[in-house]
């Protein structure tokens, strides 16, 4: 098993209001903060909180970690994609 990933956090639907976490349809705002790790000098770190089961949204969340590098070029940026 890998220990260098972060670890995420299990949530109740009592905290299921808190930004970040986005409704139906709808897209949650990310809190992009420069990352901590020296390693990952040059990168933007937030976490996305999503239903632990999208069959139960409204039921237990997790935070998944979330890491980005800028566009370099942003007139050619193509979005972004987040794969789970």
Same mark, same amino acid.
């Given at each position: ?5 972060p670890?995420?956090?299990?949530r109740t ?5 808190r ?6 349809g ?6 992009? $903060?420069?990352?901590?790790?020296p390693? $990952? $000098?040059g990168f ?17 969340? %997790?935070d998944l970690?979330? %890491? ?9 940026? %193509?979005g972004?994609?987040? %794969?789970g």
């Amino acid at each position: 098993m890998r220990t260098d990933l972060p670890r995420c956090r299990r949530r109740t639907a009592d905290r299921a209001g808190r930004a970040g976490r986005g409704g139906p349809g709808g897209a949650a705002a990310l809190d992009w $903060q420069p990352c901590e790790d020296p390693a $990952q $000098q040059g990168f933007d770190c937030a976490t996305l909180e999503v239903p632990l089961d999208h069959d139960r949204p409204a039921g237990e969340t %997790i935070d998944l970690a979330l %890491i980005r590098h800028k566009a370099t070029g942003p007139s050619e940026r %193509i979005g972004s994609t987040i %794969i789970g």
